[in-house]
């Protein structure tokens, strides 16, 4: 069996704790790798494609709409062309559902009615599609869920991984659920577009949606935060579905059982960090107090193991399942953190003020320096450091 990473099916799991963490009153304590049951029903449709007319369908669909003609000779000698080839044409025209009845009693369908009057051509045209629905509640994912970036695994692919816990199913698939999903007026927040007509199931299948669980406290309470991969990273449906599921809860309860400081001894003793390294910040959650000396600025292939990037000072880690964040008691060396990080930030991509504002308060929240880090700050720092002058959007 594959030992595929997390970060090959989804993302590395650093991306979700770092913005958990930047949610305001929030500390991560624990982040769980698993994957929601999926029934994933293909499905066939009917779709409507439009197009121009050619000039003797046009003309063809007009006598019958609009000149009342209802026979073959008769369209034929209203037209000034042969009954043979009115022929040809009004068996096309009901080859594509735009025609019903026989030579002598023609009318047009409800396709062919709409064709003349918004003078396009429209036809049929089978197409086949997919359809997830959650294996917990039965109900269809949103259109979110389809996008770039989330990452569904069909039912080989789940099993032949490791690194995603998969939850059991809590559901059957229910036949009428598509019906139900047709007759909806949003079915489009679905992926169900209301151009799609005549659904048919042709057969059920099994998948799964791998996400993180960041399981986090906010000063009350704990709380579940989960990620998928959706645009907009926080995944607030499946926090729903999870949130009101006995079973994931357990899942991620049943892997806590063992004590913090155990779960992180072997990888503290493989980077030889002593034991009192591990402070309790709260009744939940830990930091991982290190020496200015254990944050360097050079490159991951300068460092030794034991040696964390000045740029991962006050950002989480999670040896296992518990989390632990990067400290630094030295307050300077946290204020240097802020003015690195701000400067990665500024100069990677060109930023307003206003957002460069902002990221500083979110860092400095996070960080705690010595000294209040500005924006005239920051320009101060780039220019001792050999950036010059700082290029901020108006």
């Not at 009744?283 to 600025?297: D, I, K, Q, T």
Request: charged share 25%.
């Amino acid at each position: 069996m594959s030992s595929t990473s997390t970060d090959t099916i989804l993302y590395a799991p650093a991306r979700a704790l770092e913005h958990a963490a930047d949610l305001r009153g929030i500390r991560p304590v624990r982040i769980h790798a698993l994957a929601l049951p999926l029934h994933a029903a293909e499905l066939s449709a009917a779709i409507e494609e439009r197009g121009p007319f050619d000039l003797l369908d046009r003309y063809v669909g007009l006598a019958i709409a609009e000149g009342g003609f209802t026979r073959l000779q008769d369209i034929a000698e209203f037209l000034g062309v042969s009954e043979h080839m009115i022929d040809r044409v009004l068996r096309f025209l009901g080859g594509i559902g735009h025609l019903q009845g026989s030579a002598d009693a023609l009318s047009l369908t409800e396709r062919g009615l709409r064709s003349v009057r918004d003078d396009r051509r429209y036809t049929e045209k089978q197409e086949r599609l997919c359809l997830y629905f959650d294996g917990v509640r039965g109900g269809p994912l949103p259109t979110a869920h389809y996008a770039h970036g989330v990452r569904i695994l069909d039912q080989d692919a789940a099993y032949a991984q490791r690194a995603f816990h998969l939850l059991p199913e809590a559901c059957s698939f229910r036949p009428g659920v598509v019906a139900e999903l047709a007759r909806r007026p949003d079915r489009g927040e679905y992926d169900l577009p209301d151009e799609l007509l005549n659904l048919e199931v042709l057969e059920v299948g099994r998948a799964f949606l791998p996400y993180y669980a960041v399981r986090a406290h906010d000063g009350q309470r704990l709380r579940t935060l989960v990620y998928s991969g959706v645009a907009e990273l926080r995944d607030h449906h499946l926090e729903k579905i999870l949130n009101s599921w006995p079973k994931a809860t357990h899942a991620m309860e049943s892997t806590d059982s063992e004590q913090p400081r155990d779960h992180f001894a072997e990888w503290m003793r493989e980077r030889k960090i002593p034991p009192q390294a591990l402070s309790w910040v709260d009744h939940y959650s830990f930091r991982l107090v290190l020496p200015p000396s254990r944050y360097s600025e050079r490159t991951v292939g300068a460092r030794d193991k034991g040696t964390f990037s000045l740029m991962m000072l006050g950002s989480y880690v999670a040896p296992r399942s518990h989390v632990l964040q990067l400290w630094c008691d030295d307050a300077p060396t946290r204020t240097k953190t802020v003015l690195t990080r701000a400067l990665a930030y500024v100069t990677a991509t060109r930023r307003t003020t206003s957002e460069l504002t902002s990221f500083l308060d979110r860092v400095c929240r996070q960080l705690e320096p010595d000294t209040e880090v500005t924006v005239d700050a920051l320009h101060e720092h780039a220019r001792r450091v050999g950036y010059g002058a700082l290029d901020l959007k108006e």
